[in-house]
């Protein structure tokens, strides 16, 4: 596998997931471009990144930067969008409707917003690679809203690789990944993920390495478009 010279801007690319994304994508000789809304962030993942790698402060939120960090970037090879705060998880009955708004803000109407900008500027053998969950089709009491954000990008997914072919675009579905996602206090992180791990048949927790595989594979494999990637360890099946 090779991405030498090729450019891939990644959304959300300065911790977790993304950051694996980017050093893995490095590795394989892209240009990147990590894009976060914090410059702290962003200026600590390029210093640790290869030479090279260029980054861009720009929130998320806000449609109107969203189209201006493109228009800048120019041409490109492959977006990938893993961009996202702690799960929202609440009974129904608790949930916060302003908070729930907020959710779908940044995970799926930024999600909407950066394809929209980027598109022009993807090249045709280029491709757009998302991020779900397996809440979606796996849902849990008090996920009603994560559920829904899942399923939406699932959607989303399959009507863009219609509608942008011949860019590919495709979604990864990680489980629960040791990663800053998972807000809880030390003590009761570990015991969350110890019972995860327990309850899986590989018995152990996903390190953002191994999905950051995952999105690699997308990026390099020209005949895969509106696949949706479970990497739960198989979490689904228990």
Known sequence: MSLDGQHVVILGGTSGIGYAVAAATSALGAKVTVVSSRRDNVDRAVGRLPAGTTGVVADLNDANRIRSVFADLGALDHLVYTAGEPLLLSPIADVDLDAARKFFELRYFSVLAAVQAAAPGLRADGSITLTTG?????????????????GAVEALTRALAVELAPIRVNAVMPGVVRSPLWNFPDDLRDQFYSNTAAATPLRRIAEVGDIAAAFVFFLTQPHATAGILPLDGGAVLA
């Not at 979606?136 to 809203?145: E, L, Q, T």
């Open 134 to 150: 397996t809440a979606g089709p796996r849902p849990v009491p008090g996920s009603a809203v994560t559920s829904s954000v899942c």
